[in-house]
């Protein structure tokens, strides 16, 4: 059995499953691995420090794969605002063919892309902004929900109201975002309404992924509460984990800082040293609710494979057996 959808069919890949654009973590080694096991992987284009060392980390993950990937382009605020067009020129230049748009009115980027034949995945937080994405031309919707790690949105809704609300009115392929990391959670997504599902965290904790031990295992140790929310009071919320920094950056905000008053706190060196050194306390680092559900440690390989069969089993087996069809004798009666 296969688990075809409009997702596997548009973007040409054996499995509903996708690794959206993380910061400091989608890297060659990660994005081939999830490739190769038939998944959609996304090289996430601002970690790479230039747009010629994004070049080279296409170049690597081409080494390690000859299936499908794509390449993130988040535009978000940032206190140094990155060369967005040459990033996006690189992408182009190099030749991939998918590309996950984030952050901001993916309409800037879509003739360019689309002349030159890359398929547009854009993630958003809110059924209005799916639809518009929808009518401006791109070719899939990741929607996400509240549970998400990164940033949910301003508008707190959960993913097993956001799923069936967008899909009332996408058309076009919809993954489903946030809370997702196991075979229960692919099952729900599609029977919400979604053609598959986009993993961040839940691929964080696998052997190929390029950050430190101490942070995988601190993601099977932490619970479905380790979290906080930063920033609400900025109106641009981010989840991240729950640590030294995150408790103070929320106290802070609480107390009517400012932006200014926690930026030092929020650096992105302090995350990726995180990521980097494995201490889990020296800065912001990203992750999602599903942590709680978040056991092992094992190869994307395995983690797909698991995954895929045992949302096939859930299908095939306990759900079908849930369906009784009345006899011939009490139909007739």
Not at 282 to 302: N, Q, S, Y
Request: aromatic share 4%.
């Amino acid at each position: 059995m296969t688990l075809m959808t409009k997702f596997t069919e548009v973007f040409g890949v054996e499995h509903p499953i996708a690794q959206g654009g993380m910061q400091w973590v989608g890297r060659a080694e990660l994005v081939a691995a999830v490739a190769n096991a038939g998944g959609l992987g996304f090289i996430t284009a601002l970690t790479q420090p230039t747009p010629a060392d994004l070049s080279r980390e296409i170049q690597k993950t081409r080494e390690l794969t000859d299936k499908p990937f794509g390449v993130n382009l988040t535009i978000l605020p940032a206190i140094n605002p990155p060369p967005y067009d040459e990033y996006r020129q690189v992408i182009v230049n190099e030749g991939i063919k998918i590309v996950e748009t984030a952050g901001s009115n993916p309409a800037p980027h879509l003739p360019m892309f689309h002349d030159n034949g890359i398929k547009v995945l854009h993630k958003c937080t809110s059924v209005r902004h799916a639809v518009k994405a929808q009518s401006l031309g791109v070719d899939g919707i990741s929607i996400d929900g509240f549970e998400c790690a990164g940033h949910p949105g301003e508008d707190d809704v959960p993913g097993l109201v956001l799923i069936p609300a967008a899909a009332k009115h996408i058309e076009i392929p919809m993954i489903a975002s946030g809370g997702f990391g196991d075979a229960r959670g692919l099952v729900a997504a599609l029977a919400l309404g979604a053609d598959g599902i986009n993993m961040g965290t839940r691929f964080m904790a696998t052997v190929e992924s390029c950050i430190h031990d101490n942070v995988k295992q601190a993601i099977v140790d932490g619970d479905e509460r380790g979290t906080e929310l930063i920033f609400r009071s900025l109106h641009n919320t981010a989840r991240v984990a729950s640590n030294v920094v995150s408790r103070e950056v929320v106290e802070i905000l609480k107390g009517g800082g400012q932006f200014e008053d926690v930026k030092d706190l929020v650096a992105g060196v302090r995350g990726r040293k995180v990521f980097d050194d494995g201490d889990i306390d020296a800065g912001i680092w990203t992750v999602g609710t599903v942590m709680g559900l978040i056991d092992d440690i094992p190869t994307v390989g395995e983690l797909i494979s698991r995954i895929v069969t045992e949302a096939e089993q859930l299908i095939t087996n306990r759900l079908i057996d849930m369906v009784t069809v009345p006899s011939s004798e009490e139909l007739s009666a």
